[in-house]
Each structure stands twice: as C-alpha cells, then as structure tokens.
C-alpha cells in the first residue's frame, strides 16, 4: 500500500507539470530532528513574494494550502509556526512529527505559473521516551518534553522514528538509509550487550533503545542516528541528568541537525 502511495505521489508531480505547463520541476530532500527550526527553499523567479503559494500533503493528509498569493492561511494549526523569507522559503519553527510530508512551492502571474514549481520532501526524526519499574507504573514523554520521571533502577526505553512520505520497507530501505543509537563516542550501542536495540516489526523507521538506568548514567548521552549509505543526515542527542537526590531523573533532548541533503 505504501509503494502504491509513492508511485501516486510520483505520477501526480508528472501530472501536475504536464498540465501546467512548467519548464521544470526541481526536487529536495531535507532531513531534520523534531524540535528544530527548518528553511524550504523555493525557486524564486519573482521580485517579490505576493505570488507565491505554498502547499503541503502527507500519506493522512490531502493537499492544504498553507502560503496563498504569499498571505499566510490562518485556518491551518500550523500557521503561527510558519514564515515566509524575503526570498520565498518557507520557515517553520519548532518541527514536530507531523510536519513531515511533501512541501510545493509554486509562482503565478496572471494565472499563468512562473519558472520552476519546488518540491520539497520533509523528513523528521523524533524519539520519544518510556520508563517503567516492578514496583510503579509506566510514565511516558515525548521528545519536545524535556523531563520525565526516571530514576536508578528503572528501564527506560528511547522510540526514535524516522517520519517520511516514503514506504519505509520501499524506497527508505532500498536506498540504504539506515538509524542507529551510539554512545558519546559515536560507537554503536548494538555492539554492548547492556543495551537492547530492536527495529520495529511494523517498520524500518523505528528503532527502539532500552536498558536499566545506572547511577553513573548521571549525564549519560545517546544518539539517535539518520544515516545514508553511512553518511550522517541528522541526529536526536538524548542526555540524561538526575537530580541531587537522585530521586528524579531529568532528561534533556537535544536535537542536531547536521546537514541538508538535497537531489536534483
């Protein structure tokens, strides 16, 4: 189902050309960690924005317009976290998971559209957190929280998900994009056996990591890893901080948005 939806995706971008008569299409990439601000580039022809619209779909989502004649929609949840440049990127302010999803930027003057329409792929990394111990029940946060309550003696388990337009068992595997959780050191924590590392049944883009807190994890960091053939896309450094009495545990999410990757 989910290869069927790329190849929809891909043949409504054909469609949309043909019908439009654009001179091109360009095409984008771009990888970043939930919690980071993030810059959509569009293939500015005009001296100005005022027609310039933005429009944005994902696999739960039909296409909402979200940049009209470059006018902000206020009807969309996101819009107070939206901006547009001077020079037509779209700006969004704190990514969260379901920012991802497919990003056009198209011109019109006239009616008649101008220069090449920008497709732009967003991609998101996020983990979210889950403690739990024999003697108290399960707590939970996300990633965009910066505590949870964790201590010594629990088992605390760190979801990282890859958010993506594409078939994660398709196109996100065949083209060797891979997650990993390291150390500090940047060794991959599947070569410790203190840690368990296990991939979703349901799909590649999750990778779990869960282990029993130790007193001297007190400023412990773990990575949470977006690679492609073993380059370095993004990255959710997760640090772990307990309090003075050791009771509670205060984990603070830092996120690393370490390159934009872009294809023509």
Same mark, same amino acid.
């Given at each position: 189902?989910?290869?069927?939806?790329?190849?929809?995706?891909?043949? %409504?971008? !054909? @469609? /949309?050309?043909? %019908?439009?008569?654009?001179?091109?299409?360009?095409?984008?990439?771009?990888?970043?960690?939930?919690?980071?601000?993030?810059?959509?580039?569009?293939?500015?022809?005009?001296?100005?924005?005022?027609?310039?619209?933005? *429009?944005? $779909?994902?696999?739960?989502?039909?296409?909402?317009? %979200?940049? *009209?004649?470059?006018?902000?929609? +206020?009807?969309? $949840?996101?819009?107070?976290?939206?901006?547009?440049?001077?020079?037509? &990127?779209?700006?969004? +302010?704190?990514? *969260?998971?379901?920012?991802?999803? @497919?990003? !056009?930027? $198209?011109?019109?003057?006239?009616?008649?559209?101008q220069g090449s329409d920008a497709y732009v792929y967003l991609h998101v990394l996020h983990v979210s957190v889950s403690s739990s111990?024999?003697?108290? &029940?399960?707590?939970? #946060? &996300?990633?965009?929280?910066?505590?949870? $309550?964790?201590?010594?003696?629990? #088992?605390? *388990?760190?979801?990282?998900?890859?958010?993506?337009?594409?078939?994660?068992?398709?196109?996100?595997?065949?083209?060797?994009?891979?997650?990993?959780?390291?150390?500090?050191?940047?060794?991959? @924590?599947?070569?410790?056996?203190?840690?368990?590392?296990?991939? /979703? /049944?349901?799909?590649?883009? !999750?990778?779990?990591?869960?282990?029993?807190? @130790?007193?001297?994890?007190?400023?412990?960091?773990?990575?949470?890893?977006?690679?492609?053939?073993?380059?370095?896309?993004?990255?959710?450094?997760?640090?772990?901080?307990?309090?003075?009495?050791?009771s509670q545990t205060a984990c603070d999410d830092r996120y690393e948005n370490m390159i934009l990757m872009s294809y023509r």
């Amino acid at each position: 189902m989910a290869d069927k939806y790329d190849l929809c995706l891909l043949g %409504l971008i !054909i @469609l /949309s050309s043909l %019908l439009t008569g654009t001179s091109g299409v360009t095409y984008d990439e771009v990888f970043i960690s939930s919690g980071e601000n993030v810059s959509l580039s569009c293939n500015k022809t005009l001296s100005d924005c005022k027609s310039t619209t933005w *429009t944005y $779909e994902n696999r739960h989502s039909g296409r909402v317009d %979200l940049i *009209t004649g470059g006018i902000k929609n +206020k009807d969309t $949840e996101r819009h107070e976290r939206l901006s547009l440049e001077s020079d037509c &990127s779209l700006n969004i +302010k704190n990514v *969260t998971g379901e920012d991802y999803g @497919l990003y !056009i930027c $198209e011109q019109y003057v006239n009616g008649r559209e101008q220069g090449s329409d920008a497709y732009v792929y967003l991609h998101v990394l996020h983990v979210s957190v889950s403690s739990s111990s024999s003697s108290s &029940s399960s707590s939970s #946060s &996300s990633s965009s929280s910066s505590q949870t $309550e964790i201590s010594p003696g629990r #088992s605390v *388990t760190l979801s990282c998900q890859l958010y993506t337009v594409f078939s994660c068992d398709g196109r996100v595997h065949s083209r060797r994009y891979e997650l990993l959780w390291v150390n500090q050191a940047g060794v991959d @924590l599947k070569t410790d056996s203190r840690y368990q590392i296990l991939s /979703s /049944s349901s799909s590649r883009c !999750i990778l779990t990591l869960t282990t029993t807190l @130790l007193n001297e994890d007190d400023n412990r960091e773990w990575r949470c890893q977006l690679t492609h053939r073993d380059q370095l896309l993004t990255s959710v450094r997760y640090t772990v901080k307990y309090s003075d009495d050791g009771s509670q545990t205060a984990c603070d999410d830092r996120y690393e948005n370490m390159i934009l990757m872009s294809y023509r």
